[in-house]
């Protein structure tokens, strides 16, 4: 088995059959290889070219995982609302206004509290 790590050390890319040309190191495979397949960006090289899994790479992966989500439900539940045009946004009583505000600010903020906001209910 092959592997190339990148900066850090970790395991950026793995070749099980054939190989990469130049970069790599060859290692044995490890213990669990299906883990291996799921989660190699969080496996490490340590002394005698073993491959180690760290748990907070892990953590810290599930966690990129998770904003690129959110990210993504973000924009598309709360841009093509927020990005409307004048016309629209005249015709929202003060009321709806301060609602649509704050509820974009809680979509603003959701990378920080993972936590979806409630759309007010005149927006949906």
């Given at each position: 088995?092959?592997?190339?790590?990148?900066?850090?050390?970790?395991?950026?890319?793995?070749?099980?059959?054939?190989?990469?040309?130049?970069?790599?190191?060859?290692?044995?495979?490890?213990?669990?290889?299906?883990?291996?397949?799921?989660?190699?960006?969080?496996?490490?090289?340590?002394?005698?070219?073993?491959?180690?899994?760290?748990?907070?790479?892990?953590k810290?992966?599930?966690?990129?995982?998770?904003?690129?989500?959110?990210?993504?439900?973000?924009?598309?539940?709360?841009?093509?609302?927020?990005?409307?045009?004048?016309?629209?946004?005249?015709?929202?009583?003060?009321?709806?206004?301060?609602?649509?505000?704050?509820?974009?600010?809680?979509?603003?903020?959701?990378?920080e509290?993972?936590?979806?906001?409630?759309?007010?209910?005149?927006?949906?």
């Open positions: 088995m092959q592997v190339i790590l990148n900066e850090q050390g970790y395991v950026k890319a793995y070749a099980l059959i054939g190989s990469f040309g130049s970069d790599f190191v060859t290692v044995s495979e490890p213990e669990n290889l299906d883990d291996f397949e799921n989660n190699y960006r969080s496996y490490y090289l340590s002394e005698g070219n073993v491959l180690v899994k760290s748990d907070d790479r892990q810290e992966i599930e966690n990129e995982r998770e904003l690129i989500s959110l990210r993504s439900q973000r924009e598309k539940a709360c841009f093509p609302y927020i990005n409307r045009g004048y016309l629209w946004y005249s015709k929202l009583t003060k009321g709806q206004k301060t609602e649509l505000d704050a509820w974009y600010q809680a979509w603003l903020n959701v990378t509290t993972k936590l979806i906001p409630d759309a007010p209910e005149w927006l949906v």
